[in-house]
């Protein structure tokens, strides 16, 4: 069984392939990606460099490139690519059919 | 113990001279310059592209600051030296420093020529030697009046092209004949006259010049004849004598310029003389290549070689006038012993005289084709005896031995002494002998290590060449960066093959051209977008996945993640509607800072991205489109208000801003395209330092483009002066077309500019009707598909996932 309590954010469709999309949370904006191959992942909207949103950066490959000052971040990792260094808090993401689910800790302890 | 050595003088010859020494006995000398001119050395070969705007002075430095600091050198700029005490071994200058040496080295130059003509001493009349001349020349170009150049040799051209190119109206006198009678002869003096004459500039041969006059200042020129020429300003480039005058007074032997011996030595043996104040075996010397080799010795003899001597060379001439191409060497004078062998292709501009004395080139005289001055220099230089060619001599290297050889194996069939360089004597072996002894790949290693094509450039070509020849694939000519780490293409290639191959996606750029990543990166991406808009505008989608945040949502992105809104105020003209309607939705929406631009434009900073579409809808109401503040296109006509209200004001500058921004506007463009209409030559709407500006005067429009006021500060290079407004917004369009369809994504238009060359624009946009009615044609076009307000088009729902959440989970609400 899942342990996370997973809440549903919309369609997939939703978002633009190569795009993003933000979901609102009492713990801060969430940034929801969706790659070309059809990919979905989910993190923190904000750059570990200066808070930058990524959900407004370029997607390309499984990596997006915040808007303020071109850090490159990778989508599955959360990771900073290249010489910077930094990680911003990846979130679990579930895709059913077209519906797409994401885990808070938070919101999963809360539930418990 | 280090000795003291004192330099007067810091023009190109002592510069060179240091570098030698500096290599030959680093750390002997303590050295100490005193220059007249208040800087450090800079190419003075390069003065006149300077001159026509081809060059920034910048760009011509050879030693800059650093350099001196580098090499612990004491550099006094601005200090003239008054007098030398050879007993004591000290030196003096104006503002009273006084230096002791133990060698002195005297590089004080030449003085120009002045003719001592009634009115010589009057303001507006110039000398073209220094950088002062120049900025003298230029800043008079201004008024865009009347010039009179007097001397029709070298300088006096270079001086008359360049001011002709800075918009002057101008005349040349000259005594003899024929122009350049020293190096042309007269068929080739014919054929140059004529060269000048079609650029618009005004020849008068065998003018005697009798006065200069005017009350108060320049005002015309008389000649003996009773011509009376107007101008405002007079050049006087009739020659140059050595400045001796400081060796004279401290009683060293001066007979034309400061007598030296072969080592460069003068009558007291701790002083040595070199450049164009020399005069060794009874010689002086105005080109630099026997200025450099005088610069040599006196290193060698400095750094203790005795033996180092002078050698006396000729050396060609080469004119700096773009388009005109020019090359004479040595003696072509007639004469009973002397046959010639000469070409004449009257319609294709071309002359070739070779002057010929026992079956060896003397002299060589090119005009109009001049490829083979080396090969004939070195033919001369080795007394080649040329008997056996002799049929085909003339039809240069290329025609000898059987089939014509292409221009890379003409290179490579050049001797190994064959001077390449002639401005610095670097021959073939050395050239090639650096790239393979440390690995040289680039034309400017090769610059820095062996200084060929290092001073008037004139060489890069064969230089290139050696290179290809040389270490082959490794010397990739055009340096190509890649576009990103995606492609091994640069840019220029991309944009090549997204035409040749009709390229109309950025997936088939990708998969054509072999992209080693799955969907590019952010580098690429946005670059790949733009030439597809760009090329095929009515038969691309624009990828707005592709495009900075900004240029996708239509605002400006804030560090906080906020939005700054600037709506279009055509030409920065605005009024009490719009003025209200933007202080509503101000209020309305609680906007927390408003800021009026540097463009003339009224900002709006601090809008939550939610509240876009409303704020612009509300804009809209009131008239308002997007002002493209975000976007890599046409931004703002910055405008002043011209003939309806100001007193200086010549056209209506207000008018034709508003008309170009409405023409213009919502065209994408490499970089970012700001431009500015000034009224008046006053230039209240800071027009020359833009993208594109224009300078309205009496007479018309002069459209000025490729400066930058940010990063790097450049003024405008002037494209050219159009009569009309419909004039003017044509050659405006059209030169923006070209960058459109040349530039490098963010590129701003004065870096294309440096990369293409100010006078291939001239010639596309101002020269050549036909190129510039194609552009003109292709912008309008292009204007067809991009002129649609992307504010309203939001305001009606596009793109609206754009700017709401996706959801809102987990909070009270939403959680039951």
């Known amino acids: 069984?899942?342990?996370?309590?997973?809440?549903?954010?919309?369609?997939?469709?939703?978002?633009?392939?190569?795009?993003?999309?933000?979901?609102?949370?009492?713990?801060?904006?969430?940034?929801?990606?969706?790659?070309?191959?059809?990919?979905?992942?989910?993190?923190?909207?904000?750059?570990?460099?200066?808070?930058?949103?990524?959900?407004?950066?370029?997607?390309?490959?499984?990596?997006?490139?915040?808007?303020?000052?071109?850090?490159?971040?990778?989508?599955?990792?959360?990771?900073?690519l290249g010489a910077d260094e930094g990680a911003v808090r990846t979130i679990p993401v579930r895709v059913e059919g077209v519906h797409l689910f994401i885990a808070l800790e938070a919101l999963a302890s809360r539930a418990a | 113990m280090t000795e003291k050595l004192v330099i007067i003088g810091n023009g190109m010859a002592p510069g060179r001279m240091l570098e030698h020494l500096l290599e030959k006995a680093p750390g002997r000398y303590q050295v100490t310059i005193f220059n007249a001119e208040p800087r450090v050395n800079y190419d003075r070969i390069m003065l006149s592209p300077v001159l026509?705007?081809?060059?920034?002075?910048?760009?011509?430095?050879?030693?800059?600051?650093?350099?001196?600091?580098?090499?612990?050198?004491?550099?006094?700029?601005?200090?003239?030296?008054?007098?030398?005490?050879?007993?004591?071994?000290?030196?003096?200058?104006?503002?009273?420093?006084?230096?002791?040496y133990d060698k002195l080295v005297i590089a004080t130059g030449s003085v120009p020529f002045i003719i001592p003509v009634p009115g010589h001493n009057l303001p507006g009349v110039l000398t073209y030697r220094d950088l002062d001349d120049v900025q003298a020349m230029m800043l008079a170009a201004q008024s865009r009046a009347k010039a009179v150049v007097i001397g029709g040799g070298l300088l006096g051209l270079e001086a008359a092209a360049g001011l002709n190119a800075q918009g002057m109206d101008v005349t040349v006198l000259h005594v003899m004949p024929t122009l350049m009678e020293r190096q042309l002869d007269p068929a080739a003096g014919y054929l140059l006259q004529r060269a000048v004459e079609e650029r618009g500039i005004k020849v008068i041969t065998k003018a005697n010049t009798q006065a200069i006059t005017g009350n108060g200042k320049v005002e015309r020129v008389e000649l003996a004849d009773g011509t009376v020429i107007p101008a405002t300003l007079v050049v006087m480039a009739v020659g140059i004598r050595p400045n001796a005058t400081i060796a004279k007074e401290a009683g060293l032997a001066v007979n034309r310029g400061i007598v030296v011996d072969a080592g460069m030595r003068s009558n007291d043996p701790d002083i040595y003389a070199l450049g164009e104040c020399a005069e060794v075996n009874g010689q002086v010397y105005g080109l630099v290549a026997p200025l450099y080799e005088m610069a040599r010795v006196a290193a060698s003899q400095l750094a203790g070689d005795a033996a180092a001597a002078f050698v006396h060379?000729?050396?060609?001439?080469?004119?700096?006038?773009?388009?005109?191409?020019?090359?004479?060497?040595?003696?072509?004078?007639?004469?009973?012993?002397?046959?010639?062998?000469?070409?004449?292709?009257?319609?294709?501009?071309?002359?070739?005289?070779?002057?010929?004395?026992?079956?060896?080139?003397?002299?060589?005289?090119?005009?109009?084709?001049?490829?083979?001055?080396?090969?004939?220099?070195?033919?001369?230089?080795?007394?080649?005896?040329?008997?056996?060619?002799?049929?085909?001599?003339?039809?240069?290297?290329?025609?000898?031995?059987?089939?014509?050889?292409?221009?890379?194996?003409?290179?490579?069939?050049?001797?190994?002494?064959?001077?390449?360089?002639?401005?610095?004597?670097?021959?073939?072996?050395?050239?090639?002998?650096?790239?393979?002894?440390?690995?040289?790949?680039?034309?400017?290693?090769v610059r820095a290590h062996t200084k060929a094509s290092a001073s008037c450039g004139s060489c890069t070509g064969l230089v290139e060449k050696l290179m290809v020849l040389t270490i082959g694939d490794k010397y990739n000519p055009a340096a190509v960066q890649p576009m990103c780490g995606c492609t091994t293409l640069g840019h220029d290639e991309v944009r090549r093959l997204i035409k040749a191959k009709h390229l109309k996606t950025i997936p088939a750029v990708m998969q054509e051209l072999e992209w080693q990543t799955s969907c590019g990166c952010a580098k690429c991406r946005p670059a790949l977008n733009y030439y597809l808009v760009c090329d095929w505008p009515d038969g691309y989608a624009d990828d707005y996945q592709s495009r900075f945040i900004n240029e996708r949502v239509h605002a400006n992105i804030q560090k906080d993640g906020t939005y700054s809104v600037v709506p279009r105020m055509w030409g920065g003209v605005t009024n009490a509607a719009e003025l209200r309607a933007i202080a509503d939705v101000v209020d309305k929406f609680e906007i927390p800072m408003v800021k009026v631009t540097g463009g003339q434009r009224i900002d709006m900073l601090g809008i939550r991205k939610e509240d876009l579409p409303a704020v612009w809808a509300d804009l809209g109401q009131a008239g308002f489109v997007s002002g493209h503040a975000y976007a890599k296109g046409l931004r703002t006509v910055k405008t002043c208000v011209g003939s309806d209200w100001c007193r200086f004001g010549t056209q209506d500058s207000t008018g034709l801003g508003i008309r170009i921004e409405k023409f213009m506007w919502g065209s994408w463009t490499p970089a970012k395209l700001k431009m500015a209409v000034s009224g008046c030559p006053r230039n209240c709407a800071e027009a020359t330092c833009k993208d594109v500006g224009v300078i309205c005067v009496d007479s018309g429009y002069e459209i000025h483009f490729a400066g930058a006021a940010g990063l790097d500060i450049k003024s405008t290079e002037v494209l050219g002066m159009v009569r009309t407004e419909d004039e003017a917004l044509q050659h405006i369009v059209a030169l923006t077309q070209m960058y459109r369809e040349q530039g490098r994504y963010l590129e701003r238009i004065y870096k294309w500019a440096k990369r293409i060359g100010i006078a291939e624009i001239k010639r596309q946009i101002m020269d050549d009707g036909e190129k510039r009615q194609t552009y003109y044609e292709r912008f309008v076009f292009s204007q067809k598909f991009a002129q649609v307000d992307p504010w309203s088009e939001r305001v009606s729902g596009k793109d609206k996932h754009e700017f709401r959440p996706m959801a809102s989970v987990g909070f009270a609400q939403a959680a039951e």
């Open chain 2, 313 to 445: 060379s000729d050396t060609p001439t080469k004119l700096k006038v773009t388009g005109i191409e020019l090359f004479s060497l040595g003696d072509f004078a007639d004469g009973d012993d002397r046959q010639e062998i000469v070409l004449r292709d009257a319609s294709a501009g071309v002359y070739k005289r070779l002057v010929l004395k026992d079956d060896r080139i003397i002299g060589t005289v090119l005009y109009g084709e001049t490829a083979d001055g080396a090969w004939f220099n070195d033919l001369k230089k080795k007394q080649t005896d040329i008997s056996e060619m002799r049929d085909t001599l003339i039809f240069g290297q290329s025609y000898q031995g059987g089939a014509p050889l292409d221009p890379m194996a003409a290179v490579a069939a050049l001797p190994d002494d064959a001077e390449i360089c002639g401005c610095n004597g670097v021959c073939k072996s050395k050239i090639t002998g650096a790239i393979m002894a440390k690995g040289l790949t680039s034309l400017d290693d």
């Open chain 2, 52 to 100: 026509s705007g081809e060059k920034a002075y910048e760009e011509i430095i050879i030693h800059g600051d650093g350099w001196y600091i580098k090499h612990d050198i004491t550099l006094y700029k601005g200090h003239k030296i008054i007098a030398i005490d050879r007993t004591a071994k000290t030196i003096t200058s104006d503002h009273g420093v006084t230096e002791p």
């Open chain 1, 1 to 80: 069984m899942d342990e996370f309590n997973w809440i549903a954010i919309g369609s997939i469709t939703d978002i633009p392939r190569r795009g993003a999309r933000c979901v609102n949370t009492p713990e801060g904006k969430i940034a929801v990606f969706r790659t070309a191959e059809d990919q979905v992942f989910a993190m923190d909207d904000h750059c570990p460099h200066k808070g930058g949103p990524l959900s407004q950066g370029i997607v390309h490959g499984a990596a997006v490139t915040c808007p303020l000052h071109n850090w490159v971040i990778s989508l599955e990792t959360g990771k900073a």
